[in-house]
Nanobody
Framework: QVQLVESGGGLVQAGGSLRLSCAASGRTFSNYAMGWFRQAPGKVREFVGAISRGGTTTRYADSVKGRFTTSRNNAENAVYLQMNSLKPEDTAVYYC????????????????WGQGTQVTVSS
């Protein structure tokens, strides 16, 4: 089992920045690639970004590429999502998730999920 807890969400104006954190506990954190997803009201949960086990490889959804960056610190069992140039359409609940796969974009590839943290971007 891997337990994941997100933090760092909040209310920010358009153009602003937020940094989300995801703290992991349980099994060896470095055994898992980590993903970020988001779900806006009335919409399906969608892929945002992912980072490999060692942190050397990342991938992002086109909608956030160039604005969002994910990183990890395996010594601290944590993964981060730095969000810059935020837009109102980024408003959603953001989730981190763990997978033993590569850098999948599909939800079903992820075995463990956090409870989510709300990000609201005002215009």
């Amino acid at each position: 089992q891997v337990q994941l807890v997100e933090s760092g969400g909040g209310l920010v104006q358009a153009g602003g920045s937020l940094r989300l954190s995801c703290a992991a506990s349980g099994r060896t954190f470095s055994n898992y690639a980590m993903g970020w997803f988001r779900q806006a009201p009335g919409k399906v949960r969608e892929f945002v970004g992912a980072i490999s086990r060692g942190g050397t490889t990342t991938r992002y959804a086109d909608s956030v590429k160039g604005r969002f960056t994910t990183s990890r610190n395996n010594a601290e069992n944590a993964v981060y999502l730095q969000m810059n140039s935020l837009k109102p359409e980024d408003t959603a609940v953001y989730y981190c998730a763990a997978t033993t796969g590569g850098l999948p974009t599909n939800l079903s590839a992820y075995s463990y999920w956090g409870q989510g943290t709300q990000v609201t971007v005002s215009s």
